[in-house]
């Protein structure tokens, strides 16, 4: 399975320094090359305007203290799959993101993954 | 009469024909205190007008203890003071005080019947209670008399003797008391209940009565009589108005459990969301058509309130707990990357949980309001002892979250420098300066600076502790840091802006 996700360039929004390390690292392990970690809104932003290739987006629900859904937004206008990761489950969504695909805290690598190939539609055999 | 035209002259005239009525009278002021009596009520009770002056009725004539009856006559003079109107005791069983022949006192079994008339000055302001008295108990005597001879044919006068009509007089009248008694004990239940209440009539329910508490969660009075529409405009638009006409329509009572009303309590008021446990039901007349909505309630908005703040409470740390728990997670699994025998992951793990930990105790000591950089870098660095290192800098005090980066940076800069720097052996020391920088835009800087250790040299690929200082310090701090690894001492510089890290 991880040959699909080998290349893709995936943007991770994520406050807390040492779980951001760690998506890096799953990231990493599964070949893929991660931009940021954007640790704000704003950041986050600014690198969906900017990237030229995203294949996919890992958003923390609460980034240092505000919502992500801005960002959210961003990706789906521009076509971007997604995936939330969360410690409220996905009660904690609105109901307008509620249908993505979201992990809760802690995860594990195959819960990113399994999560990543759903936000971007791969159908496994 | 021309003699009499003058008023006081009118007045001593009606004095003496009061004084000399063969009916008994007994004038009582407002504060129900003996304001005169006639001779005749003086000879019927064997009372001197000088004994009753001034005396409260209720002490002069106490019953001779039986509060029953006490309370009936009470009842009568207040129903005349609230009133104004006269009020009719048929029978009252009410003995007095005579004198008797040793001097002293012996209270005497009567009835009587009488009357409270109120007596009102020029302007109709209520001055006197008028008490007219009779003697009834031969007529009571007969009638127990001839009540007992129950074989004997009985004439209609029998009848009225036997006091068929007055048992029937006195029965009424303790109904009416009995129920009088029992409304008011109700109206006063209604008025002071904890919850609130209200009664509404017809289709346009307009207030008949409130109690305090309805009142007082509306921030309204003076609404008797008006329309519900009328006297809370405010409403208009929530649905409440809706279910009162339904109640009215369809006879059905609803129930409202936690439902918000926005409602101003003045005029000029912002308005204010209040949660009400309700109850709509309809009051019917005697051909059982609705006539009116009793409503009654209470407030629960506290109830309501305090739930929400646990559900955000329990929300907020659920989430923290389970970002915790994130945290625990990647430091084990980045820990184990670098530690290929379990002994040593063991070690490297526990170490980091528990830097961790110091600070979350930091923090907990102070509630969770901040922390002081220089107690963070004790916790650190006392396993080494005063004598390797050197905390040098003013009392800053960090918020939460740059107390925890920092502590796990310190952590990680000495446990590099117990494993390859400063303090492997000997007589290596760690020099910590920091101080406060640019008062317009202020920055913590700090200064680790490692000497007098053995010859270091660069490391070869950078570990989770070197990525980690590194993270927390660019991007959870928006700091920026500079290492060197000089052969004499590893050492290394930062800073971060204090609005980012700090509480003063």
Same mark, same amino acid.
């Given at each position: 399975m991880s040959e699909v996700l080998s290349g893709r360039r995936i943007l991770v929004v994520e406050d807390e320094s040492l779980v951001a390390m760690l998506l890096e690292t799953i990231l990493e392990d599964m070949g893929c090359s991660t931009i940021g970690?954007?640790?704000n809104i704003e950041d986050g932003l600014t690198a969906v305007r900017d %990237?030229?290739?995203?294949?996919a987006a890992l958003l923390d629900v609460n980034v240092a203290g505000q919502q992500v859904f801005p960002v959210a937004r961003a990706l789906a206008d521009r076509g971007v799959p997604f995936i939330f990761s969360t410690g409220?489950?996905?009660?904690?969504?609105?109901d307008e993101w509620r249908e993505r695909p979201t992990i809760q805290k802690p995860f594990t690598e195959s819960m990113v993954r399994e999560a990543l190939l759903a936000a971007m539609g791969v159908v496994r055999v | 009469m021309k003699e009499l035209a003058k008023s006081g002259e009118l007045a001593v005239e009606l004095a003496a024909a009061f004084d000399a009525s063969p009916n008994a009278y007994m004038l009582l002021d407002v504060d129900l205190r003996i304001a005169g009596a006639n001779q005749a009520y003086l000879d019927l009770t064997q009372q001197s007008r000088e004994a009753l002056m001034g005396r409260y009725v209720m002490e002069a004539?106490?019953? !001779?203890?039986d509060t029953g009856n006490a309370r009936m006559l009470r009842a009568s003079f207040e129903s005349v003071l609230r009133t104004g109107k006269a009020d009719h005791i048929a029978v009252i069983h009410y003995a007095i005080p005579l004198p008797d022949a040793a001097g002293g006192t012996t209270y005497v079994d009567r009835y009587w019947s009488a009357t409270h008339s109120p007596v009102t000055d020029a302007s109709g302001v209520l001055k006197y209670i008028l008490q007219h008295t009779t003697d009834i108990t031969e007529l009571e005597t007969l009638r127990s008399q001839v009540g007992t001879r129950e074989d004997g044919p009985r004439s209609a006068l029998d009848t009225i003797v036997s006091g068929r009509i007055l048992q029937r007089a006195e029965s009424i009248q303790q109904d009416r008391r009995r129920i009088e008694h029992e409304r008011n004990r109700l109206l006063e239940m209604f008025m002071q209940a904890p919850g609130f209440m209200a009664v509404l009539t017809g289709p346009d329910h307009v207030f008949e009565m409130h109690n305090a508490a309805y009142g007082q969660i509306l921030g309204r009075?003076?609404?008797?009589?008006?329309?519900i529409r009328e006297a809370l405009p405010?409403?208009?638009?929530?649905g409440y108005f809706e279910l009162l006409d339904a109640v009215f329509a369809t006879g059905e009572p609803y129930e409202g459990r936690r439902s918000q009303v926005r409602l101003k309590?003045?005029?000029?008021c912002e308005p204010v969301t209040v949660f009400l446990d309700f109850i709509y039901q309809p009051i019917r007349g005697s051909d059982g058509a609705v006539v009116g909505i009793f409503v009654q309630g209470h407030d629960v908005t506290d109830v309501v309130m305090a739930d929400e703040r646990q559900k955000l409470m329990i929300d907020e740390l659920n989430h923290r707990v389970k970002n915790t728990l994130a945290t625990v997670q990647s430091i084990a699994i980045q820990t184990s990357r670098s530690h290929a025998d379990p002994a040593g992951f063991a070690e490297a793990f526990q170490s980091r949980l528990l830097a961790l930990s110091h600070t979350h105790d930091l923090l907990t000591r102070r509630h969770w309001a901040g922390a002081d950089l220089r107690a963070i870098l004790e916790h650190e660095t %006392?396993?080494? !002892?005063p004598h390797r290192i050197s905390l040098n800098g003013p009392a800053v005090d960090l918020d939460p979250p740059a107390a925890l980066s920092l502590g796990m940076i310190f952590h990680e800069l000495a446990t590099n420098a117990t494993k390859?720097?400063?303090?492997?052996?000997?007589?290596g020391r760690v020099l910590i300066d920091w101080r406060l920088v640019d008062h317009a835009d202020p920055k913590l800087s700090v200064e680790w600076r490692e000497v007098g250790g053995p010859r270091i040299e660069p490391p070869t690929h950078r570990g989770f502790g070197s990525r980690l200082i590194e993270r927390n310090i660019r991007?959870?701090?928006?700091g920026e840091l500079t290492t060197d690894y000089s052969p004499d001492g590893f050492k290394a510089e930062f800073s971060i802006p204090m609005s980012k890290a700090g509480a003063i």
């Open positions: 970690p954007a640790s %990237e030229i290739v995203l294949d409220y489950g996905a009660g904690g969504l609105p | 004539f106490d019953a !001779g203890g009075s003076n609404i008797i009589g008006q329309s405010d409403l208009a638009g929530q309590r003045a005029p000029d %006392e396993a080494h !002892g390859y720097g400063a303090l492997t052996a000997g007589n991007h959870d701090l928006a």
